[in-house]
């Protein structure tokens, strides 16, 4: 019999103003009360404050409303320090005070991992640290408008346009002081159309800008960046294509934190936040404590930014990563380090490893440090490869809730679990599990 589509009929629903009472936050830092007792999701609203709000979408079993008002506020609501709050799409949680933001995002995490793992454990200490000008990196966007001129910044809440901004609280200072001086530049460009973004990064000898062109840059216009950079001490980086860098002045980047200095690309991932990095790395080996006759493996590795501690405290260590220009990268950098107990290997971690050449040999430790989706796959495999302690760094608490329910039914027991700060005035939270068997 034929069968004939039906649309779907849309649900309505009321789009008058409506009054909430917010009773707790989720791990994305919206306010959740109720209508109908029907969760309603509100961004910007907090724990114990009564709102009013608008709906924008009803499913079946949720909502989701634009805060309108705040009828009475919680104690714990500030005046967020930024003047681009409201529009930037940055930093969601300024308007929280900055406490009560490591408490949320504590509970947070101990919610998620009783909920999904099913064990409920005591958090370590949280490392934190500053809350202004932590950031070592910033991409702006950089757009010719009829009306506004060139516009350079980030972009607005759930929009592809962007907000002007001349200075970023929470970028470092070094980075903040070069945003007027290049758009000063850039406005005075033959061309300025055919800039596409600038990327700001912080190195531990100078700073780092990279510019996207679709165009090739006038002779005079490359000149005036080259005597900017070489004036302001400032690695600079040409990107004519999106997967090309050209470096026109300045020396190769490079950070150095727990004893191991580590170059890199402007396009390579680096967190963020350097103090946190550091203390996130001393944490990590004090939680795996590699002993010096012990094999480690480290899964996600980067360019080395574990590996190479690891391989200082380790008899041998196995590095792993997807992307071969990362494991070219970590091999150089360990010879630079001079650290010759330590491997590199490109493999996709998604699937089957038993084949892999390093997979064969057994692991005394672990430690993942996998990206937001988590290390479904590979957690599966991490009983048989022998490790009797793994490390688990997250920097999405839903993924590693999930993948802790693997590690468990393998055998292992949770026995730390602790929340890094990365990021400030945000909803994103890092986190580390230590897994023993």
Known sequence: MARFFKPTKKTSFSKKHQEVQIERMDHHGAGIGYLNNKPVFVEGALADEKVLVQLTESKAKF????LIKILKPAEQRVEPFCPHYNECGGCNQQHLEREAQITNKERVLSQLMTKFAGQTLDLSPSITGEGLGYRRRARLSIHLEKQRGLVMGFRRKQSNQIVDVDHCPVLDDKLNALIPQLRSIFADFKQPATLGHLELVLGDAEPVAVIRHTKPLTGKDQARLKAFAEQAGVTLYLMPEANQLDRVVGEQPFYGEVGVKLPFLPSHFIQVNQAINARMVAQALE?????????????FCGLGNFTLPLAKQSAHVVGVEGVQDMVDWAADNAKLNGLSNVEFYQANLEQELSQQPWASQQFDKILLDPARAGASGVVDQVSALGATRVLYVSCN???????????????YTLTRLGMMDMFPHTSHLESMALFEK
């Open 287 to 299: 939680w795996l404590a590699p002993e010096s006759t012990e094999r480690v493996l480290d899964l």
């Open 63 to 66: 909502a989701k409303a634009n």
């Open 397 to 411: 608490p839903a993924t590693l809730a999930r993948d802790s329910q693997s590690l468990l039914e393998q055998g």
